[in-house]
């Protein structure tokens, strides 16, 4: 069974530094890998998608490395500001008959102090 | 696109009363999917849809949960007897299968349900 691990569980930086949120899958037959970010009280906002035969994906600050062979993706968000401050979380989408089926991280909550 | 709507956004009921969550997804996508999340467990998925029609079940937690798809611009997910163990946030997300492949779910603001 895919097991989708998420560390830390929560982090605290301050402003202008850059964050790197680990995500780790036990089960490499992926189909993509993707990151979500959770405001509170908010649904799940996706930031990037990257599919299994990519190693990376970018998005303005955003950046997002995929190591199948590992079972490891790592966001980096580059000169973090306040608004950053959100849980992330990453979902992997299995190579099954389930397509469209993800299975979730339990996040990173970050905190970015002004 | 006025995204994935949920209706009702909060629910306060009493342990026993039947409890229906609505959603309407993206137009024009083709997977439906309905997640619950709670600290305990993060988020779960309990069924989705592909075209209307169930495709995977396996997360529903018990015979008090279905969910139906009538159309592809509507879908319900009930509770009954509602229990208070089934609080939670109820999220609901829809997609769209592409020759890419599946693109990105789009979540709609969750229905935060209370059962005293």
């Known amino acids: 069974k895919q097991e989708v691990t998420q560390i830390p569980a929560a982090l605290s930086v301050p402003e202008g530094e850059n964050l790197v949120l680990n995500c780790s899958f036990t089960d490499s037959a992926i189909y993509n890998l993707q990151w979500f970010r959770q405001d509170p009280g908010k649904g799940l906002t996706s930031l990037l998608l990257i599919q299994s035969s990519q190693r990376e994906q970018t998005s303005g600050r955003l950046n997002a490395s995929l190591d199948k062979s590992s079972g490891r993706s790592t966001l980096y968000i580059a000169a973090s500001q306040p608004g950053d401050s959100a849980t992330y979380l990453c979902a992997v989408e299995e190579t099954t008959d389930s397509w469209g089926k993800l299975q979730f991280g339990a996040g990173t909550q970050v905190v970015v102090t002004p | 696109d006025a995204g994935v709507i949920q209706s009702p956004r909060h629910e306060v009921t009493e342990m026993g009363q039947e409890v229906t969550l609505r959603c309407k997804p993206i137009?024009?996508?083709?997977?439906l999917f309905w997640y619950r999340q709670t600290m305990m467990r993060g988020l779960e998925l309990l069924i989705y849809?592909?075209?209307?029609?169930?495709?995977?079940d396996s997360g529903m937690p018990e015979d008090r949960f279905s969910a139906k798809m009538p159309n592809a611009s509507f879908s319900t997910l009930k509770i009954q007897p509602s229990e208070p163990r089934d609080s939670a946030v109820y999220f609901c997300?829809?997609?769209?299968?592409?020759?890419?492949?599946?693109?990105?779910?789009?979540f709609g603001p969750g229905t935060r349900l209370l059962v005293l």
């Open positions: 137009s024009g996508h083709d997977y």
């Open positions: 997300a829809s997609s769209l299968r592409t020759d890419r492949g599946q693109e990105t779910q789009y």
């Open positions: 849809f592909n075209n209307n029609v169930p495709i995977d």
